[in-house]
């Protein structure tokens, strides 16, 4: 085993071999088996290096995420291991492996110790790209929206003449918790707000969005300016602000913003609302020479409320970068992805969960009838095409049958095609000429007896007979 980071004096390098690398081998030998307890207790002693290297240049850590096993990820973690480790013979990170497991916690867990999100391997691929590559999109999600938190950490304290943080100590960790979420739904924010008692003021949202407005500023502002970031505070930022104005104005306060968030149109329950704000959102944002902005602004500005694509999957593909979801289910009330609830009676829409079913009921009561009446005929067409195509299918099976038969036939009654090209054996139905039967019968025709015997025939008789024949030939030429 080699050492990754770990720098010795020469004349260690033989104890390195005798009395490292068995305990090196046994913390990998653990690790495949899972078992955190000795492997924790392996680490814990002075001979064991944490970051060691196969021969492979795999960390501990490496193998582990990629194994997607957590419990080990976080002792290895704790215990000091590099996260950025890159003395992979392809350059692999950490990240890159966590992203390629599939495994969102490891992956987070990952970004959370300090890894690295533009480090490339040696095919010029982020952890991102890599993850994307292999159709892990959920992780892919999980980088692209995370936040760290010593760049909010900034704002709590002092800055410059400021005799005050910007934002308080005790707002970092729920903002923090909002700014890296991976859904961006409306409701789903109110709905963080709502569950933080923190939050759910006046003063502490004012504080929060503020600080939002100055994040996007500085994302716009920076050398490496972060579109997709600027626009996911100032998004978050309008949310605040219509939390407070509900806070300050309605007796229900956020649960009135909730209801109005969720509120569908009589004739098929579309949330008019919510699309208005998540359009009004987009064309507040006070970047106008932003590229992002302007394609938000030409993918939802030709849609018609009511249609597809709403602004809120166009935006969400915009943030986040989820892409290639066709077969994943969201939840109606938060858009949280892979509910599995469905309405018992319509069976038309989805929840996460009871609770959503309960703040949704509101609204979905009105058009519940008029889906389920969608959802049988819907089943009905399905049912009938079924079997439409079952048919379908059986009839060709029969006509393929019929016709492999056919052939069977045709081939056992068919001639001997020798026997059809040779000259000799005319076809059936077909007479020879008879010009040709008579050539054939002089050709054939042997010479008598007599003439053999003699030689001494009438040469008249002989050529009257020549004459005759080529009278003949000739009348059935013409």
Known sequence: ????????????????????????????????????EEAGRLL???????????????????????????????LLLRHGADVNCNEHEHG???????????????????????????????????????????????????????????????????????KEPKLPVKLAGPLHKIITTTNMHPVKIVLLVKENPLLAEVEAL?????????????????????????????????????????????????????????????????????????RESIRKFPYCEATLLQQLVRSIAPVEIGSDPTAFSVLTQAITGQVGFVDAEFCTTCGGKGADKRCSV???????????????????????????????????????????????????????????????QQSDSDPDPTKEMDPNHPTEGTEEPEFTKEMEALALQPESPLESESGSHDDTKREDLKILNFRKVLFYQI
Not at 130 to 154: K, S, W
Not at 212 to 241: G, P, R, T, W
Request: glycine share 6%; aromatic share 8%.
């Open 346 to 408: 319509c069976k038309m829409v989805i929840y996460c969960d009871q609770n959503c079913q309960k703040i949704h009921w509101f609204t979905h009561k009105k058009v519940c009838k008029i889906l389920k009446e969608i959802h049988e005929k819907q089943e009905l067409e399905a049912a009938k095409e079924k079997r439409k195509q079952e048919k379908k299918q059986k009839k060709d099976e029969m006509q393929l049958v019929e016709g492999s038969s056919t052939s069977e």
């Open 206 to 278: 004012q504080k929060c969005y503020r600080v939002l407005d100055l994040i996007c500023e500085k994302c716009m502002k920076q050398k490496d300016m972060n579109e997709v970031l600027a626009m996911k505070m100032h998004y978050i930022s309008c949310i605040f602000q219509k939390c407070i104005t509900f806070l300050k104005e309605r007796e229900d306060k956020l649960d009135g913003f909730i209801k109005s968030l969720l509120k569908g149109r009589d004739k098929d329950g579309f949330p008019v609302y919510q699309e208005k704000l998540i």
């Open 92 to 162: 692999y990170t950490a990240l890159m492996f966590a992203g390629l497991s599939g495994n969102k916690e490891i992956t987070w867990m990952m970004l959370e110790a300090g890894a690295e999100t533009d480090v490339v391997n040696s095919v010029g691929r982020t952890a991102a790209q890599m993850a994307a590559f292999v159709g892990q999109h959920d992780c892919v999600t999980v980088i692209n929206n995370f936040f760290p938190r010593e760049r909010l950490d900034y704002y709590t304290k002092p800055q410059g003449l400021d």
């Open 1 to 36: 085993m080699r050492n990754g980071n770990d720098h010795f004096p020469p004349d260690s390098q033989f104890i390195i071999i005798i009395i490292l690398t068995p305990f090196s081998l046994c913390v990998f030998l653990f690790l495949i088996k899972g078992n955190t």
């Open 44 to 74: 814990g002693s002075k001979n064991v290096r944490v970051n060691c290297l196969d021969e492979h240049g795999m960390t501990p850590l490496m193998h582990a995420a990629y194994k997607g096993k957590v419990d080990m990820c976080r």
